[in-house]
């Protein structure tokens, strides 16, 4: 601890130095260990107010995608409402910084406390930001009753406790980050037990009712064969019965690869405009042999002018075989059985009406279950069970319902009800009609289509939104392509875009013509084969789709180029939903994505962004004269544990020779302690200057800052690792050591030269 003996940090001159440092201690320890945000809150208002006699403390939590901040004060059970920070006062202002505000007494110069808490009637105040690991997640801010100088123990005291309320902070999101990668660890598990289970019942359930087609087909077989030659006649019905149970066999295996398929997601949906009557006649007819065999009569009402209905016409003509084929299969012989259509301009429905047993009405959820069959007198229907599961997983794929109810007379009504048009759902709808109103958002996809080019080097992107009326896709942005082009629509859930949209999952392509999800031919102005679908995902809802074309290279595109297009949506989203949530917002668009551009300008600076801090520190170090042990252990420090390290680590001989160099960076505990010390001796928390500062803290310092400028937050932009040079520049000799700063431009300059000869030879070759 380094406030000394004697020295007092009260205000008052009442309060002892070692009472003070038993709170404090105290405090620290709660936050060290509490597991609970708001015993965090309350235990650093508690403390403030007993070590610095402050009059109020206020943790701000920052909202990731917003950027809007939720209050929370001590005593209360969560946070309060989400708010937009006011520009430049003194909350919005540390969030931009980063960096700590003492304010002794108001004054013009300085940023003002908002008004909410007290504005400029307060005394003196400070904001303290709340980072820890690299992260920002808050602001703490402690207001004084009247002014007062913050002593260097103060401030000490006021940086220990933002420290650990950071960490504590820190580590709840860690914690329940951790508990969400469990649970889907957990799920994913489940589902694959569960795809396991799902195999070894079909297997039983396939296997169990072939025997009694086999056994069957056999038996008739060997009778042919042992009747005399000449009795031609006789044979003709066994001839049938054979014929009968090889389609069953059929039919049992269809439904057995249809559901797989259905269920894994491998069957794509081929969106189309079709007549219901089609798939109506398509069923009777396949099915009137068997009809004609059971003595069933099967009769198709549809109204003349009944028009066309959206759908996928493969899928739906298989739903309405399974449910006339069960009709046929349980009627009475002879029977009837009716197929119905109907519907108004919203919706459609499909009736299929039996004089069968009718279903138990207790089993009527059931029997849409997999491998579920009606039990009757003790005794299970024969069956897969599995043409009904199907019929469900269908109707939900277009969005609709399907029920059975029993029919007035005997017998049952089986009725899936459908919408006529394939559109997105209405809150979908809603909130593209609040972003098609907002021109400064729809410049800000219009910039985003062509960062996304220039990211991706490919020649076409083209970004659909939800049109609110009409429930389809509409283009709003585009970049290399033609102008029929731009008139196009896809329908939710038609085409690539369409299915990225209703799924709200992104897509890769390798090649569109032999993918076994599309199978489609290639468009003639696309001249490769391969894209990228992502869905604009905006508060939750999906409301449309970016799709890349054409790479430049003309190579297909890779799981990377994916990662980098979804990042890019994903901070295109945050932004538009702030805008939409917070329309005052006093960042723009055009700002936002002027912080999105100096990011992702180049790959090259993307790349070295997203360098583990431990790699840099490592390089630096070695730079500056330590050794490979002292340089490792550093990285260590500066970017806690990284992937390439502890491999390195593992395969590290214990018996390797030191190179003989004399340690230089300084010990463990001093580095940690001068990593916010500055050279010009204005850092916490003992003030330390130039080489007094161990030079291992003072490169740590250097590896935060350039990671904080090519990071940004949501209150800071992030600039490219070329302007982030330039500002360190700037920053040498104050808050750098010049060395430092030198050497983290030689570092930089050798990679970034690399990386562009590499590409120049690529390029040329
Ligand atoms: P399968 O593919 O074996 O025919 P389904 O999933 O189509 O099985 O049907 C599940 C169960 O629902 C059947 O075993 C039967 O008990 C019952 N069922 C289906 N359709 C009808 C119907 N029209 N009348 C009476 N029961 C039916």
């Given at each position: 601890m380094p406030a000394r003996r004697g020295q007092r940090p009260s205000p008052n001159g009442k309060a002892n130095g070692d009472s003070v440092l038993a709170r404090l201690a105290e405090a620290l320890f709660v936050l060290r260990t509490s597991p609970d945000l708001g015993a965090l809150v309350d235990t650093v208002a508690a403390a403030v107010r007993s070590?610095?006699?402050?009059?109020e403390s206020h943790v701000f939590l920052i909202e990731?995608?917003?950027g809007a901040v939720r209050p929370w004060d001590a005593g209360r059970a969560g946070p309060g409402e989400a708010f937009l920070p006011m520009p430049n006062a003194a909350l919005e202002s540390t969030l931009r910084s980063e960096e700590p505000l003492f304010v002794a007494a108001p004054s013009a110069d300085l940023p003002a406390l908002e008004h909410s808490l007290?504005?400029?009637?307060?005394g003196a105040f400070f904001c303290m930001p709340l980072r820890a690991r690299g992260t920002l997640d808050g602001v703490w801010v402690a207001t004084f009753g009247g002014s007062k100088a913050f002593t260097a123990a103060d401030r000490l005291a006021a940086h220990l406790l933002a420290d650990a309320l950071a960490l504590g902070l820190e580590r709840s999101r860690s914690d329940r980050f951790l508990a969400e990668r469990a649970l889907a660890a957990q799920r994913l598990e489940a589902r694959a037990e569960e795809g396991e289970g799902l195999l070894g019942q079909m297997l039983s359930v396939v296997a169990h009712e072939m025997r009694t087609p086999l056994t069957c087909i056999k038996a008739y077989a060997e009778t042919l064969i042992d009747?005399?030659?000449?009795?031609?006649?006789?044979?003709a019905p066994f001839l049938e019965i054979i014929n009968e149970e090889c389609d069953r066999l059929g039919r049992l295996l269809m439904n057995a690869l249809d559901y797989s398929r259905l269920e894994s997601g491998q069957k794509s949906f081929h969106l189309t405009t079709l007549k219901p009557e089609d798939l109506v006649t398509d069923a009777l007819l396949t099915m009137a042999p068997e009809g004609k065999r059971r003595k069933v009569e099967v009769s198709a009402h549809v109204p003349e002018t009944f028009g066309t209905v959206e759908g996928d016409l493969d899928l739906l003509k298989q739903l309405c075989l399974n449910l006339v084929s069960n009709a046929i299969k349980f009627s009475p012989e002879p029977g009837q059985v009716e197929v119905v259509v109907s519907g108004d301009e919203e919706g459609w429905r499909l009736e299929v009406m039996d004089?069968?047993?009718?279903?138990?009405e207790d089993q009527a959820e059931r029997?849409?279950?997999?491998?579920y069959r009606v039990e009757q007198e003790g005794r299970r229907v024969p069956g897969s069970g599995l043409g009904l599961a199907i019929a469900r997983n269908i109707t939900e794929l277009h969005g609709g319902r399907i029920v059975v109810t029993p029919r007035a007379g005997g017998g049952s009504v089986f009725t899936v009800t459908l919408p006529r048009v394939q559109r997105a759902p209405d809150e979908a709808c809603q909130l593209a009609a609040e972003l098609w109103e907002r021109r400064d958002c729809l410049r800000l996809l219009d910039d985003a289509v062509a960062l996304a080019s220039e990211a991706l080097e490919a020649q076409i992107v083209s970004l659909m939104l939800v049109d609110?009326?009409?429930g389809d896709l509409k283009m709003a942005a585009a970049l290399g392509l033609d102008e029929s082009a731009l008139k196009r629509r896809v329908g939710f859930r038609g085409g690539v875009g369409g299915q990225a949209l209703a799924q709200a999952a992104p897509v890769l392509v390798n090649d569109i013509e032999t993918d076994p999800r599309f199978r489609r031919p290639n468009h003639?102005?696309?001249?490769?084969?391969s894209l990228i679908c992502v869905p604009l995902i905006v508060a939750g809802r999906s409301i449309g789709v970016i799709n890349v074309n054409n790479k430049r290279s003309r190579e297909a595109f890779g799981e990377a180029d994916l990662a980098l297009l979804a990042n890019l949506v994903d901070r295109v989203c945050s932004a538009v939903e702030r805008s939409l949530a917070f329309?005052?917002?006093?960042?723009s668009p055009a700002e936002t994505m002027a912080a999105l551009r100096a990011s992702i300008h180049l790959r090259e600076d993307l790349a070295l962004g997203q360098r583990p801090a431990g790699a840099v520190a490592y390089g630096l170090a070695r730079r500056l004269g330590a050794n490979a042990e002292e340089a490792r252990l550093l990285s260590r420090l500066a970017g806690g544990v990284d992937l390439e390290s502890v491999e390195a680590e593992t395969e590290a001989k214990p018996s390797r020779k030191r190179d003989g160099r004399a340690p230089v960076l300084g010990s463990v505990r001093d580095i940690l302690l001068g990593r916010s010390e500055r050279w010009d001796g204005?850092?916490?928390?003992?003030?330390l200057a130039g080489e007094a500062i161990p030079l291992g803290a003072r490169i740590l310092s250097a590896v935060d800052l350039l990671h904080d400028l090519t990071h940004g937050s949501p209150h800071r932009q992030a600039v490219p690792a070329a302007f982030a040079l330039e500002e360190m520049e700037r920053l040498s000799g104050s808050r750098l050591d010049p060395r430092v700063q030198a050497a983290v431009t030689d570092l930089l300059a050798d990679e970034v030269g690399e990386r562009r000869a590499g590409r120049g030879r690529r390029e040329a070759a």
């Open positions: 070590t610095l006699h402050a009059k990731e995608r917003t007290g504005g400029k009637r307060a009747a005399p030659a000449d009795e031609w006649e006789s044979r004089r069968g047993p009718g279903i138990p029997i849409f279950e997999r491998f609110p009326q009409r003639p102005q696309y001249s490769t084969k329309p005052e917002s006093p960042e204005k850092g916490v928390p003992r003030g």
